[in-house]
Structure formats: structure tokens, C-alpha cells
């Protein structure tokens, strides 16, 4: 299982480059920048790393075709390319609807807006001239007037059954969020299966990113703290198909629902209680952290993706809790 995590561009691009080479050296396998918000742009950061850094992989985790136009996305991306001789990845998500307000994004049905992103972008890096259009973005003959050496990969990030389907149809991966249970990941990678089933494609082409908030500590009720509001928002804006796979009581989804919408914070522990907290991140000592990674690997999972959040930040050292957690994650691997 390859292990890989996100960090935010909310600091200086020299401070996220010494970041990376830290990372490089411990032995992480790949380091992801988010497209979100307004922070530093994640093209340039990418690039940077990719400069001074040889053997870490790179990843955009994650971008959407509403904000950002496919054509644009590839063409970036196959820059960043440059730096590497294996794959870059492309991440490709709905975006947060805060920063699609902000920037008046057209609309339009997810799962349909990225496939068509996903084909055009894969034909752009082959050289073709693409044109597609649909609710979101138009294209007319457009060509890339270079080509990346090596083509880059492209994953989609989603809590909707139909877009694993559309994955395993049309993407080179798939990034889960927020499922920590093996019998859940289990559900979700039939629904991709189901989509390489009708493609004619084999499960070797899809790579599973299980993408979890991971706190390493003592006091499981302070790290439960620090992440309930955002488990609360995360049980909002899921799938009800992921919230039933983890086996969530509706009656208590109904009521965390319109906390959130009612935007009355913060969220108590008896409204968000550790159990559920525990289906949806990984918190613990590294040795318990380690093990659930592992479940999850069990279970189909390829690639641990820790994805961060504003209060963990906040709360505590985030890379080096990461880093902490590797070090165990890679001591476990070996034995």
C-alpha cells in the first residue's frame, strides 16, 4: 500500500518545497496540493516541488472542470509533468461550492461534466484536437501544441456511487473520502468494478485512494474534537447510498443535517458521538492508526491519501503528525 497526503499551499511556496524534500526523504510515496480556495496557485507550488525534488511523486488533489477549464487543467498539468518521469496525477472533484459561488461557475450534473473532462483531457494529452461541450465548459478543436512525455494520470474524487461507476469506466483511479470502514471501501470498489465490468477493463487500472483524515494521538476524545465539526459537514454533503454503507442511523443524519444547514456550531459529542467520528476518520495511536490503514488495504484500498482540514491545522503539527504516521505506517508494511 503506497502511502501519500495532502497539505494546503496556505504558506510560503520555499516553506511547502522544504516541506516536500522532508517528505522525499522520509520516504513518502507522493505529496498532493489542493485546488481549493483562494491560497497559493497549486500549478506553480507543484512545479516548484517538482524542481527541487527527484523521487516524490506529485499530485493535484484536488481540481474540478467548473472552475477550472479542462483544457487549462491539462495543459498545466503536462507542464508539471516536466519534473517527472513517472505519472503525475490529476485529481478531479466538485470543487467547494463557496469558491464556485465566488467565481460564478456554470453548473451542471457532476458525473456527466467529468467524464467529459476526463476524455478530453485524455485526448489532449495524446495529441488530438478535442472538441466537446456540455453545461460546464465548451471546447472547440483544441490542441496542445507540446506533449507531455509521459502521460499523466487522471483520478476522480467522489461520494457518489455513479461517479465510481464513471471511474472505473473512463478514470485511472478513484479517491474515497472519508470511508474508514473496510466493509464500506469493499461496497465502493464494487460500484468501480461495475463501471471496469461495462468498459472492459481490468481492476489493475484503476488505483483505490483511500482518502482519510488521520490524527495520531493518546486522547482519542481530543482528536475527536478537533475533526467533529467537519465529520458533521462531511455526513451533509455525502452520498445517502455512502452514509447507509457505513452503516449511519438516519434519524441521527437527519439531525446532524440541520445542525449544518443551520449553520449552528460547534457540533457536541453527543450529536456527533467518537463511534461515528470512527467511521468516517482514523484517530489513535500510530500503532492503531496503522492497523485501520491496513484493514483498509485488506479490504482493496491501493493508497492511504491523509487529507487535512482547517481545525487540524489549527490544533496541532499536521506534517509531522503525517510523517509520525508513516514512519509506523512503513515499520508495520515490512513485518
Known sequence: MKFSYCTIPNRSTQTLVDIAVRSEQAGVDLLWIPDEEFYRDPFAVLSAIGAKTSKISLG???????????????????????????????????????????????????????????????RLFAGEIVSAQNSAFKIENAKLNFLPHVTPKIYVAS????????????????????????????????????????????????????????????????????????????????????????????????????????????????????????????????EECTRRLAALHEAGADMIGVRPAGAILKALDYEGNVLGLHEAFRSAMKE
Open 159 to 286: 461520494t457518489h456511487p455513479d461517479a465510481f461507476r464513471m471511474a472505473g469506466e473512463v478514470a485511472d483511479g478513484v479517491i474515497v473520502g472519508n470511508v474508514g470502514e473496510p466493509a464500506a471501501m469493499r461496497e465502493v470498489i464494487r460500484f468501480v468494478e461495475e463501471g471496469l465490468k461495462a468498459a472492459g477493463r481490468k481492476r489493475e487500472d484503476v488505483t483505490i485512494v483511500a482518502w482519510n483524515m488521520v490524527l495520531c494521538g493518546d486522547d482519542v476524545d481530543q482528536l475527536a474534537d478537533i475533526v467533529r465539526e467537519m465529520i458533521a459537514r462531511t455526513i451533509t454533503a455525502s452520498h445517502s447510498k455512502i452514509r447507509a454503507l457505513l452503516g449511519l442511523d438516519p434519524t441521527q443524519v437527519e439531525a446532524i443535517v440541520t445542525r449544518v444547514k443551520a449553520k449552528q456550531f460547534p457540533i457536541e459529542r453527543e450529536l456527533v458521538p467518537n463511534d461515528l467520528v470512527a467511521k468516517m476518520a482514523i484517530l489513535g495511536s500510530a
Open 60 to 122: 493535484l488533489g484536488i481540481t474540478n472542470p467548473y472552475t477550472r477549464h479542462p483544457v487549462q487543467v491539462a495543459r498545466a498539468m503536462a507542464t508539471v509533468q516536466d519534473y517527472r518521469d513517472e505519472p503525475v496525477i490529476v485529481g478531479i472533484g466538485a470543487g467547494l461550492k463557496p469558491t464556485r459561488a465566488a467565481l460564478a461557475a456554470p453548473d451542471g450534473k457532476f458525473v456527466e461534466v467529468t467524464r467529459d473532462a476526463i476524455i478530453a483531457m485524455k
